[in-house]
């Protein structure tokens, strides 16, 4: 691989990560489902977790998907969760032709509709993450939440 094609690669890993960001913040699922393989294993158990005091803010955020089909556009009803991510910092190393593990550090932001314990869950942590190059595409092929830190207003 020449230098061009890692940064290429680089690239395409950091336009995939965008759009997965704007897919969940937009609940638009089949732009998420096109940016993951289709063996892809998505660890979310612990996401909602503070480290600090072991408090699991969203239980029901403790999942496992496996396989792009498994993501599916919630219920678009109001009221619903708003969740805003922002992602940057990322550490993205092309392993070989078709495979590249990235960490990126991002803050997300839940809104949550009135009648809930809290309003508002503000977290800081990093996605760990493994791409695969299928069909001359990079996808998400794994990810893992760890945190830094959650607070709840």
């Known amino acids: 691989m020449t230098e061009a094609e890692r940064l290429a690669a680089i690239e395409d890993i950091r336009n995939l990560k965008a759009k997965y960001w704007r897919g969940v913040d937009f609940v638009d699922g089949a732009l998420v489902r096109s940016i993951l393989h289709p063996d892809c294993v998505l660890d979310y158990v612990g996401c909602c977790t503070d480290p600090v005091t072991g408090q699991d803010f969203m239980p029901q955020m403790n999942i496992v998907m496996r396989g792009r089909d498994s993501w599916q556009t919630g219920n678009l009803e109001e ?21 590249a593990t990235g960490i990126w550090v991002f803050t997300d932001r839940f809104f949550i509709p009135p009648g809930a314990p809290f309003t508002r869950l503000t977290g800081y942590g990093h996605y760990h993450e493994t791409y695969e190059k299928l069909e001359g595409k990079w996808l998400l092929k794994t990810t893992r939440i760890t945190r830094l830190w959650v607070e709840v207003s």
Do not use: K, M, N, Y
Request: without cysteine; glycine residues 4%.
């Open 79 to 99: 009221p619903r969760v708003v969740t805003v991510h922002q992602g940057h910092q990322a550490e993205i190393e092309v392993t070989s032709e078709t495979t």
